[in-house]
C-alpha cells in the first residue's frame, strides 16, 4: 500500500531519526544530530525534547567545543525500561533481566527434574514472575520477554517440534502474552545463543559466522552479512540432524545416525555410563570436567572421542558456508580444554584447505548465558521496532 505522506507522518519518521542516532552515537550533541541527520537544529531540538520527556534520552554535561559554546551532550536512557530472556534448556531454565543495552542486571537458573510439560511451564512461569519482581523501577517497565528453545519455531511463537522437550504445536509465545500481557517473542535457542554471541560475544563485529550450540543436543544459528539467516520458512539451523552415520542410532527426530547423538552432551552421558568413575552415576558433565583435570584417563578419551565427533560435523559446515568464525558455546564447551584439540585435528585433516585458510573456531566468550541475552535482544529490538517508521 503506497504510504501518503503529511507533517505527523513526517515527525515521526524524523523523530525515529534522531532516537537511532542518539542511541547508536550516544553521547552526542544536537548540532552533530544535525550533522549526521540532515535535518536543521531547530527540528532537532523539538524532537530532542519530546525524547526526553518520554525518558527515553537525557541530557549530561557540557562536551568539548570546536569554538563558542560547549555544547550539551546527550545519553540514551539505557535503564528507561528492562528486558527479560530466558534459555529454555531440555534440563535447565536460564532466565536472565537485562537493561535496554542488553547489560545482564539479575539471572535465575533452575534445573528441571521433573520433564512433564506441566512442570516446565510451571517453572518458567515463576522464573518470569521473579525476574518482573526484581526489575528497578523504570519508567517504560518490563518492555518484553525473548525466548529461546531447543526447536523449529514458526513466525507466531508456536514451537512445531521440539524432539528433546517431546513437544509439538505448542504457542508458548500465547501462553506467556496471557499470562503476563507483555510482547513476547519466540526464537530457536541456537538462533538466540548466535545473536547473543553477535551484539554481545565472540562474534562481535564479525559479518559471517557460526554458533553451535552444544547441549543436550546440538543447534546452529548463522550469521550471514550481520543478519540471522532463517532460511525460507526461519527454519534453518537444524544441522544437528546432520546425517553422520547412515546405519546410526535411532534419533529423537524420527530419523537414524544424527550428528547429535554423537557429539552432543546426552552423547557424552550416555557413554559416560559405561565407565566405573564416580561421575558417571550423577550425570553431571561438571564433574566429568573436574575428573579429566584430574587426571582421569577414561573421561579423557571420552572428551577425545566426542570432540572428534564435534570436528566431523563442523568440517561438513566448514565446506558448505566457509565462515570466518566458528562459535562452539552452550554447556558442553566448559570442556573446550579436552574437546579444542581433536576438533581442530579433525576439521584440518578433513576440511578443503580453502575453505578453512581463513577461518577462526572460538568457544563462547559469554559461556552459558549467550542464548538468554540473544533472546533479550530480541525483545529489546522488538521494543525498538515500534518507534522505527520507514518508507519504502
Same mark, same amino acid.
Not at 544424527?258 to 550416555?270: G, Q, T
Not at 579423557?300 to 566426542?306: A, C, G, P, Y
Given at each position: 500500500m503506497r504510504i501518503t505522506g503529511d507533517q505527523h507522518l513526517i515527525k515521526k519518521i524524523n523523530k525515529s531519526i534522531v532516537f537511532e542516532t542518539i542511541r &547508536?552515537?550516544?553521547?552526542? *550533541?544536537?548540532?552533530?544530530?544535525?550533522?549526521?541527520?540532515?535535518?536543521?537544529?531547530?527540528t532537532v531540538s523539538s524532537l530532542v525534547k519530546e525524547l526526553i520527556d518520554d525518558n527515553l534520552v537525557y541530557e549530561i554535561g557540557p562536551g568539548q567545543s570546536s569554538g563558542g559554546r560547549r555544547p550539551v551532550m546527550l545519553l540514551f536512557n539505557?535503564?528507561?525500561?528492562? *528486558?527479560?530472556? @530466558?534459555?529454555?534448556?531440555?534440563n535447565y531454565i536460564l532466565t536472565v533481566l537485562t537493561d535496554l543495552e542488553g547489560n545482564l542486571v539479575r539471572e535465575k537458573t533452575t534445573a528441571l527434574h521433573d520433564l512433564s510439560f506441566e512442570a516446565i511451564i510451571s517453572t518458567l512461569f515463576q522464573s518470569i514472575r521473579t525476574m518482573i519482581s526484581q526489575a528497578p523501577d523504570s519508567p517504560r517497565g518490563i518492555v518484553g520477554i525473548g525466548i529461546g528453545v531447543p526447536g523449529i519455531v514458526d513466525e507466531t511463537g508456536t514451537i512445531l517440534f521440539a524432539p528433546n522437550l517431546g513437544w509439538k504445536n505448542v504457542n508458548l509465545a500465547e501462553m506467556i502474552r496471557d499470562e503476563f500481557h507483555l510482547p513476547v517473542t519466540?526464537?530457536?535457542?541456537?538462533?538466540?545463543?548466535?545473536?547473543?554471541?553477535?551484539?554481545?560475544?565472540?562474534?562481535?563485529?564479525?559479518?559471517?559466522?557460526?554458533?553451535?550450540?552444544?547441549?543436550?543436543?546440538?543447534?546452529?544459528g548463522i550469521i550471514i552479512n550481520n543478519a540471522l539467516y532463517g532460511g525460507t520458512a526461519g527454519f534453518s539451523g537444524e544441522m544437528g540432524h546432520f546425517v553422520i552415520e547412515s546405519h546410526g542410532k535411532k534419533?529423537?527426530?524420527g530419523n537414524r545416525g544424527?550428528?547429535?547423538?554423537?557429539?552432543?552432551?546426552?552423547?557424552?552421558?550416555?557413554q559416560a555410563k559405561s565407565l566405573s568413575?564416580?561421575?558417571?552415576?550423577?550425570?553431571d558433565i561438571d564433574l566429568f570436567i573436574q575428573a579429566a583435570?584430574?587426571?582421569?584417563?577414561? @573421561?579423557?578419551?571420552?572428551?577425545? &572421542? @566426542?570432540?572428534?565427533?564435534?570436528?566431523?560435523?563442523l568440517t561438513n559446515i566448514v565446506n558448505t558456508f566457509n565462515p570466518e568464525l566458528i562459535i562452539i558455546g552452550n554447556r558442553f564447551a566448559k570442556a573446550e580444554k579436552w574437546i579444542s584439540n581433536p576438533i581442530h585435528r579433525v576439521i584440518e585433516s578433513r576440511s578443503?584447505?580453502?575453505?578453512?585458510? &581463513?577461518?577462526?573456531?572460538?568457544f563462547s566468550s559469554l559461556g552459558t548465558y549467550s542464548t538468554a541475552l540473544g533472546a533479550s535482544s530480541f525483545a529489546i529490538a522488538n521494543f525498538f521496532s515500534d518507534m522505527k517508521i520507514s518508507v519504502e
Open positions: &547508536q552515537k550516544h553521547p552526542v *550533541s544536537r548540532a552533530q544530530i544535525s550533522e549526521l541527520t540532515n535535518l536543521n537544529k531547530g539505557h535503564v528507561a525500561g528492562y *528486558s527479560i530472556g @530466558v534459555d529454555l534448556g531440555v519466540i526464537h530457536n535457542e541456537a538462533n538466540a545463543g548466535a545473536m547473543g554471541e553477535h551484539i554481545f560475544g565472540a562474534g562481535k563485529g564479525v559479518e559471517n559466522l557460526v554458533y553451535i550450540s552444544v547441549g543436550i543436543g546440538i543447534g546452529t534419533c529423537r527426530c544424527c550428528w547429535e547423538l554423537y557429539a552432543s552432551e546426552r552423547a557424552f552421558l550416555d568413575a564416580a561421575e558417571a552415576e550423577d550425570g583435570n584430574e587426571g582421569n584417563g577414561d @573421561v579423557i578419551r571420552l572428551f577425545n &572421542q @566426542v570432540g572428534e565427533y564435534l570436528g566431523i560435523g578443503l584447505p580453502y575453505h578453512r585458510a &581463513q577461518l577462526r573456531i572460538a
